[in-house]
């Protein structure tokens, strides 16, 4: 059963914006609950998982990219439903799974429910996670991979000036953020991500075990099934 917040303060845009969803989701059921403002949708939060939040940006005059900006490093995704369309590109770019404009219709509802289901790559140039209890942005960039680590994943930083790697503990999973990701990001095995861009070479070892090197020198397993696709993506195929 896929768990949804709702923020919207208005009852009218609500009352739609609701049945349009139940009506998307199709068979599947849902839980969905409504918050009219951004102090609920905070204290709602802190004691229920969700799976996907839907947010106006324009909350009884309050911003709701504040709330974006904190809760974009969990593992749920974010779809905006907002009037404000001028903020589209700053919301993708820091990872919102999609940005529906109102007014809405049923068929771009219907739209954003098949891409949460459905790993589509996307073009974001941040991730946001947690360091300090303060909200950083990762640039898509400097990510040299992503390690799976039970429900959550590690990121692995370029080395910066011989100092080493930086390692970034994120809320969602390997499939979660491949959708956030530009189609460059590949999974060479059930535990990593990485960009093809930061491949030098595929090596074989003996028992038809693979790895790829990175630029850095650094190798990492291919899972048998992912090799014809990884040479597929190598030669641009």
């Known amino acids: 059963m896929k768990k949804v917040l709702m923020v919207e303060d208005e009852f009218m845009v609500a009352k739609r914006l609701k049945r349009f969803i139940e009506n998307a989701f199709d068979e599947q059921k849902i839980e969905l609950h409504i918050c009219t403002n951004l102090d609920d949708a905070y204290d709602y939060l802190a004691d229920h998982p969700i799976d996907v939040l839907f947010l106006d940006l324009n909350l009884q005059g309050k911003d709701g990219f504040e709330l974006l900006k904190h809760t974009l490093c969990e593992s749920f995704h974010t779809i905006i439903v907002s009037a404000n369309s001028d903020r589209a590109i700053d919301a993708f770019d820091i990872g919102v799974l999609d940005f529906v404009a109102k007014p809405f219709t049923q068929e771009r509802i219907k739209k954003a429910i098949n891409r949460l289901q459905q790993q589509h790559n996307g073009a974001s140039k941040y991730l946001t996670y947690k360091y300090l209890g303060k909200i950083e942005l990762l640039p898509i960039e400097d ?53 093809i861009s930061n491949i030098k070479a595929l090596l074989s070892e003996e028992g038809s075990k693979y790895n790829v090197q990175l630029h850095t020198g650094e190798q990492l397993p291919i899972g048998r099934t992912r090799l014809s696709t990884l040479k597929a993506k190598i030669n641009g195929e």
């Open 143 to 195: 990510i040299l991979y992503i390690k799976a680590d039970g429900h959550y994943s590690v990121i692995v930083t370029k080395a910066q000036q011989n100092r080493g790697t930086k390692q970034i503990l994120h809320d969602k999973n390997l499939d979660k953020l491949l959708t956030l990701l530009s189609p460059d990001f590949i999974r060479i095995h059930r535990s990593y991500v990485l960009p």
